[in-house]
């Protein structure tokens, strides 16, 4: 018989590097991927990376095994960037082995790295994080501005969120942004426990070409 789940009526601040510390310091063997698991999302990820040498940014990497599945892939060239020193060391250590991984403490919304940089960027759920914190407005625009300045012309930004598309595609748009977007969905999987909460029952990823000039 299905017991009823209460929802929490506060979140933590999934914005702060201090919970994320917190929360990968006691939990420092695990793995998590949020969303969907790259098993789930490679149907629409892989007819995107051009080759196989090409550069892969994933932002907000977290403890998820997503870098590792696209390295048994074929795709070796992956930055991994996250704000927890945390989570970077633990998978640094844990990928030690996979030499063309690279691992770096970085905020999404101040990315170092030089322009036209990567082939693919992929977001699972990091720009629905600083969605949730303070100053979200202008944090979130200046990691998607960043995010199109690192990209290569015809380069592709996968973002997979969990926000409706009239919640998100507003960041997306904006006329520093000269790409192409297309979008898609998977089903969540249905659980009797949420039927009568109002929650989407997809899962979305908006996927945008950055057009060549």
Not at 38 to 53: C, D, T, V
Request: aromatic share 14%; proline share 4%.
């Amino acid at each position: 018989m299905n017991q009823d789940i209460e929802l929490p009526e506060t979140f933590p601040d999934f914005s702060s590097r201090e919970y994320w510390n917190a929360r990968y310091s006691s939990e420092p063997n695990n793995t998590y991927d949020w969303l969907l698991s790259y098993q789930q999302i490679k149907s629409i990820l892989l007819p995107r990376i051009s080759h196989k040498e090409a550069e892969i940014f994933v932002v907000g990497c977290g403890n998820s095994s997503f870098s590792e599945e696209l390295y048994k892939d074929g795709y070796h060239y992956i930055s991994n960037i996250d704000f927890s020193p945390v989570v970077i060391e633990q998978m640094s250590e844990r990928n030690s082995q996979l030499s063309e991984i690279e691992y770096a403490v970085m905020d999404a919304c101040n990315l170092q790295y030089p322009s036209s940089s990567f082939d693919l960027i992929f977001d699972k759920c990091t720009l629905d994080c600083i969605l949730c914190g303070e100053n979200s407005f202008q944090r979130a625009t200046s990691m998607v501005q960043g995010i199109y300045r690192v990209l290569k012309p015809g380069g592709v930004y996968i973002l997979v969120s969990y926000g409706m598309p009239d919640t998100r595609i507003g960041y997306l748009k904006n006329k520093f942004l000269n790409w192409s977007i297309e979008q898609a969905r998977i089903p969540k999987v249905f659980l009797d426990q949420f039927a009568n909460v109002e929650l989407s029952q997809y899962h979305y990823f908006f996927i945008c070409t950055k057009n060549i000039e």
